[in-house]
């Protein structure tokens, strides 16, 4: 079975370009997760999916931050304008879904982003 | 707030060598425990869980007991081995939402 895939893994641009990532989750999966991972840290819950509803977006800097699920499969997430602190490794993740909190997620490899 | 504490890295141990790392946490109500564990240029993996006090989780060798009257869930390996090296996460979930709230993370490095 195919893991949670997301692309790019590396990504270098400018500041205030814009910037983009994608994630497939495992399928079959109906809460899909986006983490930012700043280095020596752990990972922090940035959007939740379930399906195609954002159920929680309260960490998103929606200034500049956005995201979207179409079909409630695969997922965007993008940057408009990138500053310097967004560098960082953006993670994807995945599970069946529901409100339990036993629910494993399975996360993807991240994309390291490095803005200059 | 919920939040997890770990003890900082990194953990240097020879092969072999019985492995501890400490994980705390605060939370309100009753969570979900779990070790994460994310090897060099891979993403993150459950490693084990636990989802009440007393529960032990185990895997590979692995194993954390939910200890409630210390908030605490502490990683520990017997005997370590090389491949073992990575950086470990501890986290937790708030009861009946499935957010993920992590630990620093402690790398640990293994020499034969």
């Known amino acids: 079975e195919a893991g949670v895939v997301q692309s790019p893994r590396y990504k270098i641009i400018e500041k205030k370009q814009p910037v983009a990532f994608w994630c497939n989750p495992i399928?079959?999966?109906?809460?899909l997760y986006w983490y930012l991972q700043n280095l020596g840290q752990g990972p922090e819950l940035l959007i939740r999916?379930?399906?195609?509803?954002?159920?929680?977006d309260s960490q998103l800097p929606k200034d500049r931050f956005s995201a979207e699920r179409l079909k409630g499969v695969d997922s965007t997430l993008k940057i408009q304008p990138a500053e310097l602190g967004d560098s960082a490794v953006y993670l994807c993740?995945?599970?069946?879904?529901?409100?339990?909190?036993?629910?494993?997620?399975?996360f993807g490899p991240g994309t390291r982003l490095t803005v200059l | 707030g919920n939040s997890v504490t770990q003890m900082e890295g990194p953990v240097t141990l020879s092969e072999e060598a019985f492995l501890t790392i400490n994980c705390t946490y605060t939370a309100t109500g009753y969570p979900s425990l779990f070790w994460y564990v994310q090897y060099p240029g891979e993403g993150l993996q459950l490693l084990l869980k636990a989802t009440k006090a007393d529960d032990k989780g185990s895997n590979k060798g692995f194993e954390a007991t939910y200890r409630k009257e210390t908030t605490s869930f502490h990683l520990e390996k017997g005997s370590v081995q090389v491949s073992d090296s990575a950086v470990y996460f501890c986290a937790l979930t708030e009861g009946g939402y499935n957010k993920l709230i992590f630990g620093a993370g402690t790398r640990l490095a293994v020499h034969p």
């Open positions: 999916y379930e399906n195609e509803e954002a159920v929680d």
């Open positions: 993740a995945s599970s069946l879904g529901g409100q339990t909190s036993t629910d494993t997620q399975y």
């Open positions: 399928s079959g999966h109906n809460t």
